[in-house]
T-cell receptor, first 111, second 115 residues
């Protein structure tokens, strides 16, 4: 049972445009959501997080939106840069416990 | 400040052997978690430890075990290695605080190849 799903395996955008990565979840007990960025042969790098009591969190070019009724979250990157090209994972947890990850979306930002 | 460190970086083992992977958390972090990542998938949770106590265990066989030491470093042990154990093993640490910081910070991983 895949509790966290990223339905788009890949996404390609032009430099300077917005990248929108999506994530759906099924477990209504999740109360914390995180986005990680991963390059090949490296560990995931924490990007941004959001608590279930909020619906938006911003950090520089990165914004995460949470729609609890739809059990959906998204990561917006504006403007996208070639260095943003990587695999992005969303993850969810209950009260700081284990992270449940989606399958990842590979973002390619073209110059 | 140093991030999460893991050793070794790469490891090649033969089926049936045993392996020990090591992790040092970020200074001040008291919680350590282990994850397994196979190609094309997201990391899968194996164990979580806090203050040397097991907090959670994922759906992995008993061949997998772990422990946390008084200095908060941790070891992951895998016995009777199978070909399917080949993966990137990730360690993550987090700061347990009264405000509950839930971000987990990952190390670079150990690439285990079982032949």
């Amino acid at each position: 049972d895949q509790q966290v799903k990223q339905n788009s395996p890949s996404l390609s955008v032009q430099e300077g445009r917005i990248s929108i990565l999506n994530c759906d979840y099924t477990n209504s007990m999740f109360d914390y959501f995180l986005w990680y960025k991963k390059y090949p042969a490296e560990g995931p790098t924490f990007l941004i997080s959001i608590s279930s009591i909020k619906d938006k969190n911003e950090d520089g070019r990165f914004t995460v939106f949470l729609n609890k009724s739809a059990k959906h979250l998204s990561l917006h990157i504006v403007p996208s840069q070639p260095g943003d090209s990587a695999v992005y994972f969303c993850a969810a947890s209950v009260s700081g416990g284990k992270l449940i990850f989606g399958q990842g979306t590979e973002l390619s930002v073209k110059p | 400040d140093a991030g999460v460190t893991q050793s070794p970086t790469h490891l090649i083992k033969t089926r049936g052997q045993h392996v020990t992977l090591r992790c040092s958390p970020i200074s001040g972090h008291k919680s350590v978690s282990w994850y397994q990542q196979v190609l094309g998938q997201g990391p899968q949770f194996i164990f979580q430890y806090y203050e040397k106590e097991e907090r959670g265990r994922g759906n992995f066989p008993d061949r997998f075990s772990a422990r946390q030491f008084p200095n908060y470093s941790s070891e992951l042990n895998v016995n009777a290695l199978l070909l399917g154990d080949s993966a990137l093993y990730l360690c993550a640490s987090s700061l347990e605080s009264p405000g509950h910081s839930y971000e987990q910070y990952f190390g670079p991983g150990t690439r285990l190849t079982v032949t």
